[in-house]
C-alpha cells in the first residue's frame, strides 16, 4: 500500500512537471531562400548595359531621345527644339537571368534585336560582383543607294559586362565591346573594339549620378569616344535619367561606332547635347 | 480502497500524458500572405506563401495554455514587379537585416461560431522591421479532425515599425498597410505536412 501511494505521488510530480509550459515540436528552418545578386537598379546605364534584368514575364518599355543640336546653338533652347534621335524599345524577360530586347531608332531606321544573359555573381561584403554577356544585331532600314536587304546593312555586336557595387553605393562596371560592320557605307568592312565603363553613386533611394564612357581600343571610330553624364530618378517601376551627352546615338550599333561631338573643347559647352531614357516596367 | 487508488492512478495518468494540440503551417497548402497598400495612383499588393510556425493548446478550450508563432519570410513577398519588390527589400523592410516578420502571442478569446469554427483573438508581439510592438490581432479558425484553418485581416501602421514611407510624385504611399493571412495547418502526424 505504502509503495502504492509513493508511486501516485511520483505520478503527480510527473503532472506538475507536465503542466509546466508546453514543449513544442515545430522547428524554426535553418535556410532562408536566397535572391538572386542585384547590384545595379537598372538595365543600363546611358548607354551602356548592365549586368541586370528583367524578371521573368516582365516588360521594360524604353524611349530615349538625343536632342541633336548642342547646348549653345541658338534660337533651339538648349537643342530641346530639336531635331531629336529618338528610340522606341520593348524588352521582355524570358527567364529571370535572360532578357530580349527589340527597339527601334529613327536614326537610319535602325532596327536593334539584342540578347542579354546573366552568367554569374559572387557574394561578397566589399566587393560583389557579377558578369553578363550581350550580343545583338542590328539592320539599317533606310540606306543612301543599294537595296536595304543587301547584307552590308546588317551590324553584329557582343558585348562582356562586368557589375560591382561597392559600400552599398557606388556601382561601377567595365563593358568590353566588339562591332562588326561599324560603318554601312565603308568600302571594307570595320570592326570596332572599344571598352565601356560607368560609375553610378546611389545618393538615395531615388536619385542617382552618373558617369559613363566608351573608349575605342582598336578599329573604326566616329570623331571621338563617347561620354555622358547625369542624373536618375527611380520609383518602383520607372527610370527617368536626363544627362549631358557629347553622342547622339542611341541603338548599340550606331552608338559603339563613336561620338559626333568632342567633350573637353576648352572654354564652351557646345560640344554637349542633352538626353534622356525613360522606363517603365509592364507586367501583365 | 485500492479500487479508489487505482481509479485515481488512471485518472493522473490521462492527465499526466496531456492532451495538447499542437498544429504547424502545412506548407504543401495554398497559403496566402497578403499586404495591400494604398497610393493615389495605384494600389499595390505583395502577395506570399512563405508563412510557418504553430498554434498550441490543450483540452477542448482553445484559450487553455494557448501559444501561437507565425513567422513571414519577407524576402518572398512579391508585388508583381521585380523593382518594386526589390525596392521594397531594399529601401523601406531592409530584408538583409531582419528577413523575418513575425507575431507570438497567446489566445485570449475564442468563441464558438458553429460546429467547426471559432472566432478568436490573440494578444502578443508583432515584430517588423526590427521592431517588436504589442497587438492583438482578430481572426477566424475553422477546425476539423484534422484541418486547421487561420484566417485574419488586420492593419499595421508603418511608422510603429520605423519603416520609411517613400514620397516622390505618385509613388507615395499610405502609412497604413492592411495585411490579409488565410492559411492551413495540420497536426504534426500528418505525413502531408
Same mark, same amino acid.
Given at each position: 500500500m505504502k509503495t502504492l501511494l509513493t508511486f501516485i505521488l511520483i505520478l503527480f510530480v510527473i503532472q506538475l512537471a507536465w503542466a509546466q509550459p508546453p514543449h513544442i515540436h515545430w522547428k524554426k528552418r535553418k535556410t532562408v531562400p536566397i535572391i538572386d545578386l542585384q547590384l545595379f537598379? +537598372? /538595365? *543600363?546605364?546611358v548607354n551602356l548595359p548592365t549586368v541586370e534584368t528583367i524578371r521573368k514575364g516582365e516588360f521594360e518599355f524604353e524611349i530615349s531621345h538625343r536632342f541633336i543640336p548642342p547646348l549653345d546653338q541658338k534660337g533651339a533652347f538648349l537643342g530641346i527644339d530639336g531635331p531629336v534621335n529618338m528610340r522606341i524599345a520593348l524588352a521582355y524577360?524570358? /527567364?529571370?537571368?535572360l532578357l530580349i530586347n527589340l527597339g527601334r531608332s529613327n536614326r537610319e531606321d535602325n532596327l536593334d534585336l539584342r540578347l542579354k544573359y546573366k552568367l554569374f555573381w559572387f557574394r561578397h561584403k566589399t566587393f560583389p560582383f557579377s558578369i553578363a554577356v550581350r550580343a545583338g544585331t542590328a539592320w539599317t532600314t533606310q540606306v543612301t543607294g543599294g537595296h536595304r536587304s543587301n547584307s552590308r546593312n546588317f551590324q553584329y555586336y557582343g558585348q562582356i559586362i562586368f557589375n560591382t557595387l561597392l559600400f552599398k553605393k557606388l556601382g561601377m562596371g567595365i563593358v568590353p565591346s566588339y562591332l562588326y560592320n561599324s560603318h554601312i557605307y565603308c568600302q571594307e568592312i570595320q570592326t570596332t573594339t572599344t571598352l565601356g565603363s560607368y560609375m553610378q553613386y546611389y545618393l538615395n533611394t531615388i536619385w542617382s549620378l552618373y558617369i559613363e564612357m566608351n573608349n575605342t581600343m582598336n578599329g573604326y571610330r566616329h570623331s571621338n569616344d563617347a561620354v555622358s553624364l547625369g542624373f536618375e530618378i527611380e520609383t518602383g517601376g520607372h527610370f527617368f535619367k536626363i544627362f549631358l551627352t557629347? +553622342? *547622339?546615338?542611341?541603338?548599340p550599333s550606331q552608338f559603339l561606332a563613336g561620338a559626333d561631338l568632342g567633350y573637353f573643347a576648352s572654354g564652351s559647352t557646345k560640344n554637349w547635347r542633352i538626353g534622356f531614357n525613360i522606363t517603365r516596367i509592364l507586367k501583365f | 480502497m485500492k479500487r479508489r487508488i487505482y481509479f485515481s492512478f488512471i485518472i493522473i495518468l490521462f492527465f499526466s500524458f496531456g492532451n495538447g494540440e499542437e498544429w504547424a503551417v502545412k506548407k504543401s497548402s495554398e497559403n496566402l500572405v497578403k499586404f495591400i497598400s494604398d497610393a493615389p495612383i495605384e494600389d499595390f499588393e505583395g502577395v506570399t506563401n512563405d508563412i510557418d510556425g504553430y498554434i498550441y493548446w490543450e483540452g477542448e478550450n482553445l484559450l487553455h495554455k494557448s501559444q501561437l508563432y507565425f513567422e513571414v519570410n519577407l524576402n518572398t513577398i512579391d508585388t508583381g514587379i521585380g523593382l518594386r519588390n526589390r525596392h521594397m527589400r531594399e529601401n523601406y523592410l531592409e530584408t538583409d537585416k531582419f528577413p523575418i516578420t513575425y507575431f507570438k502571442g497567446t489566445l485570449i478569446k475564442a468563441e464558438r461560431v458553429d460546429e467547426t469554427h471559432y472566432k478568436v483573438a490573440a494578444r502578443g508581439k508583432m515584430f517588423i522591421h526590427g521592431v517588436e510592438q504589442p497587438k492583438t490581432i482578430v481572426g477566424l479558425i475553422e477546425k476539423t479532425t484534422d484541418h486547421l484553418n487561420i484566417s485574419s485581416k488586420f492593419e499595421i501602421k508603418l511608422s510603429d515599425y520605423h519603416i520609411k514611407i517613400p514620397s516622390l510624385m505618385f509613388y507615395k504611399i499610405d502609412e497604413t498597410m492592411r495585411l490579409i493571412l488565410d492559411f492551413h495547418c495540420s497536426t504534426r502526424t500528418d505525413p502531408n505536412k
Amino acid at each position: 500500500m505504502k509503495t502504492l501511494l509513493t508511486f501516485i505521488l511520483i505520478l503527480f510530480v510527473i503532472q506538475l512537471a507536465w503542466a509546466q509550459p508546453p514543449h513544442i515540436h515545430w522547428k524554426k528552418r535553418k535556410t532562408v531562400p536566397i535572391i538572386d545578386l542585384q547590384l545595379f537598379h +537598372s /538595365t *543600363q546605364v546611358v548607354n551602356l548595359p548592365t549586368v541586370e534584368t528583367i524578371r521573368k514575364g516582365e516588360f521594360e518599355f524604353e524611349i530615349s531621345h538625343r536632342f541633336i543640336p548642342p547646348l549653345d546653338q541658338k534660337g533651339a533652347f538648349l537643342g530641346i527644339d530639336g531635331p531629336v534621335n529618338m528610340r522606341i524599345a520593348l524588352a521582355y524577360g524570358i /527567364t529571370d537571368r535572360l532578357l530580349i530586347n527589340l527597339g527601334r531608332s529613327n536614326r537610319e531606321d535602325n532596327l536593334d534585336l539584342r540578347l542579354k544573359y546573366k552568367l554569374f555573381w559572387f557574394r561578397h561584403k566589399t566587393f560583389p560582383f557579377s558578369i553578363a554577356v550581350r550580343a545583338g544585331t542590328a539592320w539599317t532600314t533606310q540606306v543612301t543607294g543599294g537595296h536595304r536587304s543587301n547584307s552590308r546593312n546588317f551590324q553584329y555586336y557582343g558585348q562582356i559586362i562586368f557589375n560591382t557595387l561597392l559600400f552599398k553605393k557606388l556601382g561601377m562596371g567595365i563593358v568590353p565591346s566588339y562591332l562588326y560592320n561599324s560603318h554601312i557605307y565603308c568600302q571594307e568592312i570595320q570592326t570596332t573594339t572599344t571598352l565601356g565603363s560607368y560609375m553610378q553613386y546611389y545618393l538615395n533611394t531615388i536619385w542617382s549620378l552618373y558617369i559613363e564612357m566608351n573608349n575605342t581600343m582598336n578599329g573604326y571610330r566616329h570623331s571621338n569616344d563617347a561620354v555622358s553624364l547625369g542624373f536618375e530618378i527611380e520609383t518602383g517601376g520607372h527610370f527617368f535619367k536626363i544627362f549631358l551627352t557629347n +553622342s *547622339q546615338m542611341l541603338n548599340p550599333s550606331q552608338f559603339l561606332a563613336g561620338a559626333d561631338l568632342g567633350y573637353f573643347a576648352s572654354g564652351s559647352t557646345k560640344n554637349w547635347r542633352i538626353g534622356f531614357n525613360i522606363t517603365r516596367i509592364l507586367k501583365f | 480502497m485500492k479500487r479508489r487508488i487505482y481509479f485515481s492512478f488512471i485518472i493522473i495518468l490521462f492527465f499526466s500524458f496531456g492532451n495538447g494540440e499542437e498544429w504547424a503551417v502545412k506548407k504543401s497548402s495554398e497559403n496566402l500572405v497578403k499586404f495591400i497598400s494604398d497610393a493615389p495612383i495605384e494600389d499595390f499588393e505583395g502577395v506570399t506563401n512563405d508563412i510557418d510556425g504553430y498554434i498550441y493548446w490543450e483540452g477542448e478550450n482553445l484559450l487553455h495554455k494557448s501559444q501561437l508563432y507565425f513567422e513571414v519570410n519577407l524576402n518572398t513577398i512579391d508585388t508583381g514587379i521585380g523593382l518594386r519588390n526589390r525596392h521594397m527589400r531594399e529601401n523601406y523592410l531592409e530584408t538583409d537585416k531582419f528577413p523575418i516578420t513575425y507575431f507570438k502571442g497567446t489566445l485570449i478569446k475564442a468563441e464558438r461560431v458553429d460546429e467547426t469554427h471559432y472566432k478568436v483573438a490573440a494578444r502578443g508581439k508583432m515584430f517588423i522591421h526590427g521592431v517588436e510592438q504589442p497587438k492583438t490581432i482578430v481572426g477566424l479558425i475553422e477546425k476539423t479532425t484534422d484541418h486547421l484553418n487561420i484566417s485574419s485581416k488586420f492593419e499595421i501602421k508603418l511608422s510603429d515599425y520605423h519603416i520609411k514611407i517613400p514620397s516622390l510624385m505618385f509613388y507615395k504611399i499610405d502609412e497604413t498597410m492592411r495585411l490579409i493571412l488565410d492559411f492551413h495547418c495540420s497536426t504534426r502526424t500528418d505525413p502531408n505536412k
